[in-house]
């Protein structure tokens, strides 16, 4: 098929260069110049693992191109997904005005018959909407699709390739049987695709995320508790994951959930309910209790320092929301090192990969570390925030010698509580006593 992808930013890349890699003949446009020069010569505006070679491999069989010429894209597509960004407007809201432009450029530009999918994370109702921007110009028939997106940064490739699920909400039988075949390389193993109606696909993808946001706070509660009453977090979250229904997975509690989705479509799901006069008590809560949970790594390295960090030389290990991804977007790390410094500490931080991207957004508001043990030199505190692998088998020795005091706040809980207080560190986590 002859596809065009708008929006070449995480979603739109990894969906065009996946879609090429099955033979179709697919169209990244962009409105950005440089990112798309960049993606011209291989040259990546995202870190995700695994995308770069799709990119450089289906650019050399000619199956993948880059333009900013969005109204040519257009007009050679059979299928157009619109993958631009849905920022949250000042009230938690997801705004639109990107997907409907694109749509009012798909309706004047269109040649033919044409499937159009939404693939950016937008609220119930979008679809109506784009359909209507699109009919204002449209001379030929098409077929609205949201089709949400599920990937998960760092893994984002397999995820598309290897999909537990396809979710479609189609409203036509010439949209279900593009889709159908579209999709179909990447169910092979029985994976489903699951039709349902629009309104309902577009609900999915935030029902899914607030779910497992949920999960996330839920832990994060049941670990404050367990740190008040003298019971271990770890030993709790092994004990409920090996119930059938409830599973292991979203329960490792944290510094609170961040990155472009959770924290995004939480508020739009809100915003969505509320302007329907339905409350979402328990959603509302979840987002209250990650804003607090934000807080509880700044509290715990003030408190291991005598209650005041004034003059202190804080190490900060992770700065990315999650490990395998340069994504700092409502990282907690941004909130550590926010309070670290208004409380007059100086931060030394070290991320892997996600450096570049904290310099733009701090600039020299913080140092950085070439490694690990350099962040931790002369440090009066370190700081565990993001669980990168590094991260998970240091020399302990190493770091003592480096830290000028032996504090050691792990929020990521990937050390032994009793074996780093037997090595003479201060040490700290999340919900462990």
């Known amino acids: 098929m002859n596809i065009t992808v708008v929006g070449s930013g995480y979603v739109g890349l990894v969906v065009g260069a996946c879609l090429a890699e099955t033979g179709n003949d697919v169209i990244c446009a962009d ?56 920022p949250p407007d000042e009230d938690g809201s997801a705004d639109l005005r990107h997907v409907l432009a694109v749509a009012e450029q798909i309706g004047q530009h269109m040649k033919r018959e044409l499937v159009i999918v939404t693939k950016s994370t ?4 979008t679809a109506g909407k784009v359909s209507d921007a699109v009919g204002k110009h449209a001379k030929h028939r098409f077929h609205m699709c949201s089709n949400p997106e599920f990937l998960k940064e760092g893994a984002a490739v397999d995820d598309f390739m290897k999909p537990d699920r396809v979710v479609l909400g189609v409203a036509s039988d010439f949209a279900r049987s593009v889709m159908a075949e579209l999709y179909a390389p990447f169910v092979r193993t029985g994976k489903p695709i699951i039709f349902m109606d629009i309104a309902s696909a577009e609900m999915t993808k935030y029902a899914a995320n607030a779910m497992l ?30 119930d059938d229904r409830i599973g292991p997975s979203f329960l490792f509690p944290g510094p609170g959930y961040g990155g472009s989705c959770f924290p995004k479509d939480v508020q739009a799901l809100i915003r969505t309910a509320q302007s329907v006069q339905v409350p ?16 509880v790594l700044f509290e715990k390295t003030t408190k291991a320092l005598g209650g005041s960090i004034k003059g202190a030389l804080i190490a900060v290990w992770g700065l990315a929301f999650k490990p395998q991804t340069d994504d700092m977007r409502e990282a ?18 070290h991320d892997p990969v996600a450096e570049h991207e904290a310099r733009r957004r701090l600039g020299e508001k913080i140092m950085y570390a070439d490694s690990n043990y350099d962040a931790a030199t002369g440090a009066d505190a370190l700081i565990v925030v993001t669980d990168w692998n590094e991260y998970r088998h240091p020399d302990f020795r190493r770091i003592k010698q480096a830290l000028k005091r032996p504090v050691l706040i792990d929020g990521r809980n990937l050390y032994d509580p009793q074996q780093m207080r037997s090595l003479g560190f201060t040490y700290d986590s999340i919900g462990r006593v």
Do not use: W
């Open 31 to 86: 409105v950005d110049p440089k990112k798309i020069e960049g993606l011209k010569k291989n040259q990546l505006p995202i870190y995700e693992p695994g995308l770069e070679p799709l990119v450089e491999r289906n650019q050399a069989q000619k199956r993948l191109s880059f333009t900013t010429d969005v109204a040519a894209a257009i007009t050679s597509a059979n299928v157009i997904f619109i993958a631009v960004g849905t």
């Open 122 to 125: 937008v609220p119930v109702g």
């Open 213 to 242: 946001a949920t999960r996330i706070s839920f832990m994060n509660e049941i670990a404050r508790l367990c740190e008040t009453v003298g019971a271990n977090v770890d030993a709790v979250r092994r004990g409920i994951g090996s």
């Open 280 to 295: 979402l008590e328990v959603v509302s809560a979840v987002e209250k209790a990650n804003e607090r949970q934000k807080h």
């Open 332 to 349: 907690p790390a941004l909130t550590l090192i926010d309070e670290l410094l208004a409380a007059g500490a100086t931060v030394k931080a």
